[in-house]
């Protein structure tokens, strides 16, 4: 036990101060105390101010439009959608370092800007990108570990499990446990399991495919590649068009402010100074729920379905009543829909217009366009859904299957590794403000009678 901890420690020490590929912690450092000052100036100015009201529907509801979370990373907006740091999808797409075909943005860039707020010098991104590759290696335990979970398991549960079993080697709970830690110092060691965790999860989740659907037949790390270029060659994807598809893929789906089911468990469960293994564990538990994340891999199903008792060259009509169908089975159109989105989904026309690049005749791919064009018209008709438009994931599953990932279970797990980058940003950032433990309240049936109703009896 002495000496991983002592091992542990000069780890840190390493990384901490003879690292030469440390720009982004630089930076940081350089920020952190800067942007402390500017939180501490919002709150005395407007700490007393009220954001908003909650009704008792909305406390039952599921907290729509209950905006008391402080993500500083992302913000949605109902009608444009997502924009990280203040740029929106197309503007990201424009201003980031891009992929070898000089189109899709690259994530490591992203991860910059989630960061820091400025978009990464060439310097400053190739040092990420380095250290990445440096910090990315996967020990010969942990493969052992991934190659033994049973292949029966869904692989966001594989990938949830090595996340756990990675916790052993978080540089915070060491420090933590030996009591040698103090709140300032926190984000640092939360930035270098953040920084490890981003670094190893493409590599784990390839692995995780590997052994769950080839045999476990292992493809090495190409180090010339960028983070999303190796995980599509790990994957086993060799052709260029894999890898621009993952850069945007991964780049898009990083983060889509604090609200959201993944990105919330993961900051509540960090809140409790749960390390980020732990809370990203949790965050992709959440993600793995067909209302969220898994929704993609239920629209490829639903979509084969649909083609399995329709047939090719499926007419608008016999796709309205599919549709209708499918709702009074009392089931949901996975891709349709959204908790706070009303209009399409930005991210869902970034992977058309990829799909109109890259794509051309490809029926599954055709039948995600007409029913862009044919569903909403039939969710507007069923009064209740409060937005007809789709969602990213409407688009997302049939771009990996064109280009031959047939196994849909899987594709949850990409976008696990794409939204990794927004919900380490934000756990580095919610311990440098030194957040506290999020605690809100709750309230019972009889609490409601008891403070509106006339009827105080409610037992
Ligand atoms: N198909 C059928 N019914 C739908 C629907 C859809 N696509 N979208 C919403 N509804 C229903 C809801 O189930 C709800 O019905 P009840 O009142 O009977 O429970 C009603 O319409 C009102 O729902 P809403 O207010 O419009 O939507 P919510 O905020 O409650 O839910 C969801 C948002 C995304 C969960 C919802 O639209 C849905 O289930 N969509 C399909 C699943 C999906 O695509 N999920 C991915 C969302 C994006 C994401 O998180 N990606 O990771």
């Excluded at 991983?4 to 030469?20: D, G, H, I, P």
């Excluded at 509540?268 to 793995?288: E, F, I, K, Q, W």
């Excluded at 930005?346 to 490809?362: L, M």
């Excluded at 009064?383 to 047939?406: C, E, F, T």
Aim: hydrophobic residues 35%.
């Amino acid at each position: 036990m002495h000496s991983k901890q002592q091992s542990v420690a000069q780890l840190f020490y390493r990384s901490l101060y003879n690292n030469t590929h440390g720009l982004l912690k630089q930076r940081m450092r350089e920020l952190v105390p800067v942007k402390q000052a500017l939180l501490r100036d919002v709150r005395k100015r407007y700490g007393s101010k009220e954001v908003c009201k909650v009704t008792v529907d909305q406390a039952i509801g599921g907290m729509r439009n209950v905006f008391a979370l402080f993500y500083d990373a992302s913000l949605l907006d109902a009608k444009t959608g997502i924009t990280m740091r203040d740029y929106n999808i197309p503007e990201l797409q424009e201003y980031l370092q891009k992929g070898e075909n000089g189109h899709e943005p690259l994530p490591e860039a992203l991860f910059w800007l989630l960061c820091t707020g400025d978009f990464p010098s060439e310097q400053e991104f190739a040092d990420v990108q380095q250290e990445w590759k440096q910090r990315g290696q996967l020990d010969s335990q942990t493969q052992h570990f991934i190659l033994s979970l049973p292949k029966t398991a869904h692989p966001m549960t594989m990938l949830s499990q090595t996340l756990l079993y990675l916790q052993k080697d978080s540089l915070f709970q060491q420090v933590y446990d030996q009591g040698k830690v103090s709140k300032p110092q926190y984000w640092e060691y939360f930035y270098e399991d953040a920084m490890n965790l981003l670094a190893k999860i493409p590599r784990v989740a390839a692995l995780i495919y590997r052994h769950k659907y080839k045999n476990g037949e292992i493809i090495s790390a190409d180090e010339s590649l960028d983070w999303a270029g190796n995980y599509a060659h790990m994957l086993g994807y060799k052709k260029f068009e894999v890898r621009e598809c993952l850069r945007g893929y991964l780049s898009i789906h990083a983060d889509h402010e604090g609200g959201n089911v993944s990105a919330h468990t993961t900051h509540l469960v960090g809140s409790a100074l749960a390390d980020p293994y732990l809370s990203y564990s949790a965050g992709v538990n959440g993600l793995a729920g067909p209302l969220h994340g898994l929704a993609n891999q239920e629209v490829l199903k639903w979509l084969l379905e649909m083609r399995d008792e329709l047939g090719e060259n499926i007419s608008n009509e016999k796709i309205q009543d599919y549709v209708l169908t499918t709702i009074r089975e009392g089931k949901v159109i996975p891709g349709y829909g959204h908790a706070v989105l009303r209009y399409t989904d930005p991210r869902f026309i970034h992977q058309k217009d990829f799909a109109a690049r890259h794509i051309k005749d490809d029926p599954l791919v055709d039948l995600v366009r007409q029913c862009y064009h044919v569903i909403p018209p039939v969710l507007k008709t069923i009064g209740k859904i409060q937005n007809p438009w789709p969602n990213v994931d409407a688009h997302s599953g049939v771009l990996l299957y064109h280009y031959g990932m047939r196994e849909f279970q899987y594709y949850t797990v990409v976008f696990a590794v794409s939204r990794a980058l927004g919900c380490m940003a934000n756990l580095i950032w919610s311990r440098a403000f030194g957040l506290p433990i999020e605690r809100p309240g709750s309230i019972t049936m009889r609490w409601i009678e008891e403070k509106f109703g006339e009827n105080q009896n409610l037992k």
